[in-house]
């Protein structure tokens, strides 16, 4: 099977002269999809600029990187239009849901498809589907303020979900949660992986949800150790 994310050698360097930061100092992963895998590291050691790269937010200075099994970055990007690829195939999940307000849940989940020119039917029909399988189509027709954060940030994993990518990028999805909503928000993030074959990067600090993670990535001023893998510890 091929890798859905792989970065290779990818390095990026913030400023110039005096204030140059190295914030990645040649990235090496690759997995694969419907993996959930970890990412953990202390502040300052490149997670968010490791995310923003692979989410095509920012441009990395240098390296090679491949997403849902195409290459879209060699020293340079390999893609035309770095919006449409951000929108179409990756999906996003934050700290806190960022959900519209003025839309109804239903409507939230559907945006990201009509924004990328799905007709209303289908995009109503996996909308559905979507809030169905995270156990949330009940609250469809409500508006995110209705919601409970372990709720509001399930409608959030829908969008993310919406246009089937096969990649999401997660950050510290589950920060404000308690741990028993927090451990479920792990699977059914491993659910989704696993019926959608998404392969998904969740950046955390979250002490409960880290011995869940099959595979776990520390980075470490710019560098990233697999500190956990199939069956092997790796220490870093
Ligand atoms: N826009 C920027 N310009 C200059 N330096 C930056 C910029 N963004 C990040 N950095 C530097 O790059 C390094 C990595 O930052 P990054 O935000 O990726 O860390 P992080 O692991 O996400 O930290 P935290 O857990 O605190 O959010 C840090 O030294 C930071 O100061």
Same mark, same amino acid.
């Given at each position: 099977?091929?890798?859905?994310?792989? &970065?290779?050698?990818?390095?990026?360097?913030?400023?110039?002269?005096?204030?140059?930061?190295?914030?990645?100092?040649?990235?090496?992963?690759?997995?694969?999809?419907?993996?959930?895998?970890?990412?953990?590291?202390?502040?300052?050691?490149?997670?968010?600029?490791?995310?923003?790269?692979?989410?095509?937010?920012? #441009?990395?200075?240098?390296?090679? &990187?491949?997403?849902?099994?195409?290459?879209?970055? #060699?020293?340079?990007?390999?893609?035309?239009?770095?919006?449409? !690829?951000?929108?179409?195939?990756?999906?996003?999940?934050?700290?806190?849901?960022?959900?519209?307000?003025?839309?109804?849940?239903?409507?939230?989940?559907?945006?990201?498809?009509?924004?990328?020119?799905?007709?209303?039917?289908?995009?109503?029909?996996?909308?559905?589907?979507?809030?169905?399988?995270?156990?949330?189509?009940?609250?469809?027709?409500?508006?995110?303020?209705?919601?409970?954060?372990?709720?509001?940030?399930?409608?959030?994993?829908?969008?993310?979900?919406?246009?089937?990518?096969?990649?999401?990028?997660?950050?510290?999805?589950?920060?404000?949660?308690?741990?028993?909503?927090?451990? &479920?928000?792990?699977?059914?993030?491993?659910?989704?992986?696993?019926?959608?074959?998404?392969?998904?990067?969740?950046?955390?600090? #979250?002490?409960?949800?880290?011995?869940? !993670?099959?595979?776990?990535?520390?980075?470490?001023?710019?560098?990233?150790?697999?500190?956990?893998?199939?069956?092997?510890?790796?220490?870093?």
């Amino acid at each position: 099977m091929k890798p859905a994310i792989v &970065m290779e050698e990818i390095t990026k360097r913030y400023g110039k002269g005096s204030t140059t930061v190295d914030a990645l100092r040649g990235v090496n992963m690759a997995v694969y999809p419907g993996e959930v895998i970890g990412l953990i590291g202390a502040s300052g050691s490149g997670k968010t600029t490791l995310l923003q790269c692979l989410g095509s937010i920012i #441009d990395p200075t240098a390296g090679r &990187m491949e997403l849902g099994g195409e290459a879209i970055f #060699d020293n340079g990007w390999l893609i035309k239009d770095v919006r449409a !690829f951000r929108r179409d195939k990756i999906g996003f999940i934050f700290q806190f849901a960022y959900l519209i307000p003025f839309l109804t849940n239903l409507e939230n989940v559907m945006m990201p498809m009509l924004l990328a020119g799905q007709p209303d039917k289908s995009a109503h029909q996996r909308a559905m589907e979507l809030l169905t399988v995270l156990d949330i189509a009940d609250k469809a027709e409500f508006k995110p303020y209705q919601l409970s954060g372990g709720q509001a940030q399930r409608v959030a994993i829908a969008r993310a979900l919406s246009n089937n990518p096969p990649v999401i990028l997660a950050d510290e999805p589950t920060a404000p949660l308690d741990s028993q909503k927090s451990l &479920m928000v792990v699977d059914l993030l491993n659910k989704l992986a696993n019926q959608y074959g998404t392969a998904i990067i969740v950046v955390t600090h #979250d002490e409960v949800i880290i011995p869940t !993670f099959k595979r776990l990535y520390r980075i470490r001023e710019g560098v990233v150790y697999e500190e956990k893998g199939e069956g092997r510890e790796i220490s870093a």
